[in-house]
């Protein structure tokens, strides 16, 4: 019953998802006055570039026996996606929400290509970093910045955050996809790039 439950997690917070789910939020509450045609194009684009994407692109990865699995175990097979993940990241960053734009969710993408790149480095140093501790921080922490920048609730959010990153990192850690060492490091390099880009847009 708990190995179904922690799986769920995995999968429902899954890396791929979580800069989606953060720009749906951020355009919940938003106080800029974006047309719904507009909004809808942009939440496309991010599902197309960043979650279709890399699926096609694992494919041709495993074909070409880059990568294993999909689930990246070791830091070897995580050089290329990161790599690949990074540009594309930067490209709806740069050209999708540039900062004259959307300027929230312009530094949000740029931190993630921070966090992504940090793993990438990581990685060709032969360590493995949670992928999914990287991610969901990076978005759930964005979330928390944009309560504070909008006057909501500070404290509940933050206390959303411990108990996602809780969950996750008890799903890593039971299905012993992780060990706590790497659980923690996603987290810390998830988290900073975000608090560092905060002073350009809160």
């Not at 789910?21 to 570039?49: C, D, E, G, N, R």
């Not at 978005?139 to 206390?159: D, E, Q």
Request: with cysteine.
């Amino acid at each position: 019953m708990l190995t179904p439950f922690l799986k769920s997690i995995s999968y429902l917070f899954h890396p791929l998802l979580m800069p989606w789910m953060a720009a749906v939020y951020y355009f919940t509450v938003t106080t800029h006055q974006y047309s719904p045609l507009k909004i809808s194009y942009w939440l496309i684009s991010i599902i197309i570039l960043s979650v279709l994407l890399p699926l096609v692109l694992y494919f041709i990865l495993n074909k070409f026996e880059q990568v294993q699995t999909i689930h990246l175990k070791t830091s070897k097979e995580r050089i290329w996606p990161l790599g690949l993940n990074s540009m594309i990241l930067g490209y709806l960053c740069v050209y999708v929400f540039p900062e004259s734009i959307c300027i929230e969710l312009h530094y949000f993408f740029l931190g993630i290509v921070v966090t992504i790149l940090t793993g990438l480095v990581l990685a060709l140093l032969k360590f493995k970093s949670s992928i999914h501790m990287m991610s969901a921080s990076s978005a759930f922490f964005f979330i928390i910045l944009l309560n504070l920048h909008y006057g909501y609730s500070f404290s509940s959010a933050f206390v959303v955050f411990v108990i996602m990153m809780g969950a996750m990192a008890s799903s890593r850690l039971h299905l012993n996809a992780h060990t706590v060492r790497e659980l923690v490091i996603g987290l810390i390099i998830g988290v900073i790039p975000q608090l560092l880009f905060l002073k350009d847009w809160l």
